[in-house]
């Protein structure tokens, strides 16, 4: 099968392939080496991964160098701008203006090791952290002392706070407490000349002072040239700075000099590296200032039925002690309403609702929310042009709207096909006043370039949101871009506002800042960025460039010029081949399309929450997020990289093999770049060049294996234990010697139902049919678990049976990436079980990846192949995956569960139980069901917040891969111990071998239904 679209084949031979000067960058490399502690990458993997951020820009840096500590900060920076090599820090890359994107440069990426939150002052409200830090690890360490880090950018998640300073971040709660810079009390920087700075307030003309500046260093000299220029400038920077909550672009001039809380005259060089991107220095240590966690909020959603008349209401929001205004429009609504993962969240916006303002009061402002409101709704309602509104006091309704709220980007950037709503002009910042105004004429913009664009964001901070949508793969769309920056800066300078309120200059915006603030104030910043760098080594050409090398820095090229429109990730010569391919992926707009779809946001690099992705949370390498293997294969099918690099072992060991195929991006990362299945094609691509390994092979039959290992049984399990046996199957399979095999049961969950005598309860006494499928983990080596869902099933009064003419699911063979026999198995099991389906039958899975493997990928497998003309809409492998259950989700979907005799049934009754959840049921909103039941027979549940376990299928037993897998279980491992509850329950059989596995557990823990049957009576 092929999916739509140009095919080709994986080869790039057409492409050209750039490279640059290999031997000036491994004299480079070696030198970095032999100064730095950390590890130095300069090779093309490390290039194509380091040459993306969360902008619409991409070129490649020289090389990455992961930094230990300050020392091999400095040493990075003397050996690279020795060899005449800019640098350019960086944190997750999140950033959406292109500040990450250094053409050329030495990347310094601080994220993986100097990420320690050093000491926390709870009494003074501080905290000292090293820049790698991610945002909600620091907020994590603090919620014990009722603090936080004020600044809450959507991507808090994985933003860390160096790259906050840098960007000077901020989020929804703005309006209530300012910006990174207000909360960035002091920085120690590695400035370009390697020497350490330590930025802190220092008293104007105080003894310190005087010392400071008597001296004749780089310090003494900034000091001096910072104070003169903002002296010289001060009426100009109180001129042309607008008064905003937010204003991000250019250096903080105008915030560098200020009282201090004891009415001294101060200038704390600190805040000069906030919002400096990176460009003055690298910040190796903060020290921050903290606020206290308010213990509660409410929300008020107004609803009105145009644009206009929303935005006249902000101004009159801001005057009642809100802490969060936020905008969604209609388009927001539309999107959400057309997509599975949202609809449930639009469902209350009532009819007509064109714009909605989200107005949020906090308990440390207000200590009656119910008056609050009031207040607001007779303005809003009573008095104002709002129409309705929907009022949340419960911390699950807030929940609900925020996740309605911080829907828009990623319901945007799933739109199909080429033109996307880009970010290049999508934080700019007007006074609240103005906004009405400000979005009429804004609109008329997008008008005059034929293109449209949702409205939503922080409209109490006057930043709206705006992606004009575009295609920057062609000429026309990039140029259009430009000229939208044009008109919207000169609409933006007329309200006097700022280019950027929230995500920085970067390439997207250094070319309109001299427009925002004038000739004085664009010498001032290049005076600034000299007397820092005065070489111009930090990042050049961002937040500052130079007019021509013979402007003020050094007699170089290094910084001169800026245009937004170079350096993109597409642009008119971007060109990929589209593969045939084996698995369908006309949904998905074709393999290229998928793979496109990353933007580069970097949610795969959260590190607290969801499934996506185990890998990068155990590892913290780049290439082992969902992000680094997407950019790699957009590398391998543009040309990026070498012709058949994707078929070398490097790219299937490095990139594709270390993905657990955990399914967890396909409903994590925003816009659904879909991993596994990725991976499955392209492993299957590459076993049809190079062959399948022996152990790929074994595994993708375990089924037949498993089958002669019952059969022998238990002669097959003692020999997997004669002294030797672990070496042989290390050797010969590559099975990791540390993992104990399953054991093979010499009685079959097939055989135990045969000699039962079949089902208890007959077909004419049952309400529903069963066909239990017999998989291989649980009909071979852990019949229990099968045995379990029968009794279960039937003490519900369900008829079962356990088929004896099923193929495997296919899901080893999947996993594998053999695709053919895959799906092979999948078009067995669709003819034997579509016709049972349509007589009544449903299919019921006791292993959660099997019920999967129906559910979802035998419809990527079969695919159109499928559609197969049956007088119906579905076809038989839809309406085969449409019956599919695993055991409880069914007793769930169809409250079986309620017809148990069950010996209590109150919560807590029948004991405490930790629950880990299968990543692939995670994936597709499968997972809730097992919780819902054990909880109504009785069980106290604690649902761990895990992901993959890192066994996943077959992965963890690989000699080569057992330390990732451990490390992922560790996080699991942690959790099931600090759980209160008695035992810990799974159904997934790989996480119970992994679970089994740990150094605590005295045994495979059981299936979720093993703990409901346990309470059947008689049992
Ligand atoms: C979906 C999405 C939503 C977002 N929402 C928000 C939002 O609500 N508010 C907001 O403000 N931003 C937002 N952003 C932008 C971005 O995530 C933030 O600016 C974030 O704080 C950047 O953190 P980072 O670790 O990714 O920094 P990076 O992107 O790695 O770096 C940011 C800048 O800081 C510099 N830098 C990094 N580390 C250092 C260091 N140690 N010393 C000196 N300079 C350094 C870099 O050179 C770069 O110029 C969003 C981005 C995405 C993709
Ligand atoms: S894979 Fe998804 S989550 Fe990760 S960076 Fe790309 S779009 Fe974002
Ligand atoms: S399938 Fe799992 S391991 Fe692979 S990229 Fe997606 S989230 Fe990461």
Known sequence: MTSEGTHATWSAQELDVERPDAAEYRKLAGDLRSRVDGRVAFDEYARVLYATDGSIYGAQPAGVVFPTDVADVQAAIEVATGHGVPILPRGTGSSLAGQTVGPGCVVLDVSRHMDDVLDVDPGAKRARVQPGVVQDDLDDCLAEHGLKFAPDPASSNRATVGGGIGNNSTGAHSVRYGITDAYTEAVTAVLSDGSVIEAREVVIDSPEWEQIVAGDDREADLYRTVHALVEEHADEIEARYPDLKRRVSGYNLDRVVYENDDGERVLNLAKLFVGAEGTLGVVVEAELSLVTVPEETALALYCFENLTDAMRMVPVALEYDVSAVELMD?????????????????????????????????????????????????????????????????????????????????????????????????????PPEDLAEYVEQFEAILDDHDTSAAYFAHAGSGTLHIRPILNLKEEVGIEAMHSITEAVTDLVLDHHGSFSGEHGDGMARTEFTPKMYGDDLWTAFKEVKTAFDPEWWMHPGNVVYRESAADIGPDSERGVGADNREHLRYGPDYQSVEPQTELDFAEDGGFAELVERCNGCGTCRQTDSDVMCPTYRASKEEVQTTRGRANMLRAAISGDLPEDEIHSERFQSEVLDLCVGCKGCQSDCPTGVDMAKLKAETKHRHHEEAGATLRERLFADIDAASKLGSALAPLSNWATELPGARKVLQSVFGIAPERELPPFRRETLQDWFENRGGSAVSVIDADRRVLLFPDTYTNYSYPAAGKAAVRTLEAAGVHVTIPDDTAPSGRAAFSAGMLDKAGERARANVDQFAPRVADGWDVVFVEPSDAVMFQDE???????????????????????????????????????????????????????????????????????????????????????????????????YHDEHYDLSQAIGSRLFEQVEDSPADRVVAPGGSCRSQLGDRDAADDIPPHPIEAVAKLLDGS
């Open 330 to 430: 209609d388009e927001v609504f539309r999107l959400a309403a057309e997509s599975d993962g949202y609809a449930e969240y639009v469902e209350p916006i009532p009819d007509g609702a064109e714009a909605a303002l989200m107005l949020e009061f906090d308990s440390e402002l207000h200590d009656d929310f119910e008056a609050a409101i009031e207040a607001t709704n007779e303005r809003f309602l009573d008095e104002g042009p709002a129409f309705d509104v929907l009022e949340a006091y419960t911390e699950s309704a807030q929940d609900d709207l925020w996740k309605l709220r911080k829907a828009a980007i990623p319901l945007l950037m799933s739109l199909p096909g080429d033109p996307k709503p880009y970010p290049f002009i999508e934080d700019a910042t007007v």
């Open 858 to 956: 035998y419809r990527d497998l079969l695919g159109d192949a499928s559609r197969v003309a049956d007088g119906g809409s579905r076809t038989p492998v839809e309406r085969v995956a449409d019956s599919a259950y695993g055991v409880c989700e069914y007793l769930d979907a169809f409250r079986l569960d309620e017809n148990l005799s069950v010996p209590n049934r109150s919560p807590g009754a029948a004991g405490v139980l930790s629950y880990h959840g299968h990543c692939n049921q995670k994936a597709t909103n499968k997972d809730h069901h097992a919780v819902g039941v054990l909880r109504r027979v009785g069980y106290d549940v604690d649902p761990l917040d895990t992901t993959c376990c890192g066994m996943a299928g077959s992965f963890g």
